[in-house]
């Protein structure tokens, strides 16, 4: 099994910054992937963001390409989202996701864990 705890959302004006933190725990994860998928209100949920924990090898979804930067401290087992250029449109519940197979795949279906998500919400 794999806990995630994800920490670090809030409240931000448009074009402000957040990280938010995941820290993972239960099993060694270098063969895992780890991402970031959000929830707006009324939405489906969508991927946003993925990291390989061996090599860091990173995707983004277009609509934060540029703006939001995935990265992972092995040390720590901790896997981060900087957020910048925060926009109105970006506001969701955002949630960490692990899969322990390195594959590539945006799929919320492919992910087995999940964190219980934190709350974005930016401002106009």
């Known amino acids: 099994q794999v806990q995630l705890v994800e920490s670090g959302g809030g409240l931000v004006q448009a074009g402000g910054s957040l990280r938010l933190s995941c820290a993972a725990s239960g099993r060694t994860l270098s063969s895992y992937a780890m991402a970031w998928f959000r929830q707006g209100p009324g939405k489906e949920r969508e991927f946003v963001a993925r990291?390989?924990?061996?090599?860091?090898?990173?995707y983004y979804a277009d609509s934060v390409k540029g703006r939001f930067t995935i990265s992972r401290d092995n040390a720590q087992n901790t896997v981060y989202l900087q957020m910048n250029s925060l926009k109105p449109e970006d506001t969701a519940v955002y949630y960490c996701?692990?899969?322990?197979?390195?594959?590539?795949?945006?799929?919320?279906?492919?992910?087995?864990?999940w964190g219980q998500g934190t709350q974005v919400t930016v401002s106009s």
């Open positions: 996701a692990a899969r322990s197979v390195v594959g590539f795949t945006t799929s919320k279906y492919e992910y087995g864990y």
């Open positions: 990291i390989t924990w061996s090599a860091g090898i990173t």
